[in-house]
Every structure is written in C-alpha cells, then in structure tokens.
C-alpha cells in the first residue's frame, strides 16, 4: 500500500516529471560528453547517471512521504557518482568555436 494517500495522476505526473528532468539533463550530458571528447561506454555510463539522479529527485516528494529517502538515497549518490567524468570532462574543452574571433579556419577539420 505504497501508493496510499496518492492518487494515480499524482504518481502519473511525478513519472512524467522525472522522464522530462532525465532527458534534459542527458541532453546536457551528451553536450558535455561532445565537448570533453568522451565516446564509448563513458556516455553510456554518463547517462545512466543523469537518469539515476534525475528519477530520484523527481520522486523526492514520494519518498519523502513514505519514508523511503535513505532507501533510495544510493540512486541519489551513484548518479551523481556517474555524473562526475562528464563534469569534468567538459572542463577547459571549449575549442568547438575554432575561428578564435578572427574569422580563418587555421586548417581545423570537423
């Protein structure tokens, strides 16, 4: 009896939130995966991260209703864990500009 107390369409909007906070994060994650170089497994492992943390802060209320915080809270630390080669990864990386405001190429190919 988890859901007691919450109607469907609560639990049915805090999903929808938690899907949208997790794609807009994993769009920012791909950014900073593109701009820090990073390819392979390292985005897999990256977006898994964003949709961990995301999903728990989107269910916050819930799990904070029932007393289930701690229970989920290695969602919480493991994304953030996840998260953290493509923080840094983007760190320094900004190049993709190339024409460094004077308008010639310097033999950059994309």
Same mark, same amino acid.
């Given at each position: 009896? +988890?859901?007691?107390?919450? !109607?469907?369409?609560? $639990?049915? #909007? ?8 997790? =794609? ?8 900073? $995966? ?13 977006? #898994? @991260? !964003?949709? $961990?943390? +995301? ?15 701690? $229970? ?5 630390? =493991? ?7 493509? #923080?840094?990864? @983007?760190?320094?990386? /900004? ?7 004077? =308008? /010639?190429?310097? =033999?950059?190919? /994309?």
């Amino acid at each position: 009896h +988890a859901v007691e107390g919450w !109607a469907p369409f609560a $639990a049915f #909007l805090l999903i929808l939130s938690a899907i949208f906070f997790s =794609g807009f994060l994993s769009v920012y994650v791909q950014r900073r $995966a593109n701009d820090g170089g990073l390819k392979g497994l390292w985005i897999f492992t990256n977006h #898994l @991260g !964003a949709w $961990a943390f +995301a999903s728990y802060v989107a269910f916050y209320p819930f799990l904070a209703a029932h007393g289930l915080r701690n $229970a989920y809270a290695p969602a919480f630390i =493991g994304g953030l864990v996840l998260l953290l080669p493509v #923080l840094f990864a @983007g760190e320094g990386h /900004h190049d993709h500009d190339h024409d460094h405001g004077d =308008g /010639h190429d310097h =033999g950059h190919s /994309h």
